[in-house]
């Protein structure tokens, strides 16, 4: 998957949940806020490309487990896809129901 399909992929999936959605094409990385709550960053890193991504706990600091589930490195439209859904699973679990809702509601 090149960087262009990539950050596009990310971009659909969370929409409106991502926020201050930032791009280094040359990692290629990108970082934004979910829920307004957590700093996510993914990209694909190294000489093979493969997926790297966590939310950020302390500086410079990943989340990189999510309830016992990690993230595949493969970079194919579905094993991304998957892991974008780890996340925004443990995101949804980690904030209370009245946040949710409000933040669905805005």
């Not at 094409?25 to 970082?31: D, I, K, R, V």
């Not at 493969?50 to 993230?71: A, C, M, P, Q, S």
């Amino acid at each position: 998957m090149n960087p262009e399909e990539f950050f596009a992929l990310v971009g659909e999936f969370f929409g409106a949940k991502a926020s201050q959605m930032t791009v280094d094409s040359a990692g290629p990385m990108t970082t934004c806020v979910l829920y307004d709550s957590f700093v996510f960053m993914c990209g694909l890193n190294g000489e093979h490309g493969t997926f790297t991504g966590g939310i950020e706990y302390d500086t410079n600091k990943y989340l990189t487990v999510f309830l016992n589930e990690r993230f595949s490195f493969n970079t194919d439209r579905e094993s991304i896809l998957h892991n974008l859904q780890i996340v925004d699973r443990y995101c949804r679990l980690r904030l209370p129901d009245k946040f949710l809702q409000a933040y669905e509601a805005h």
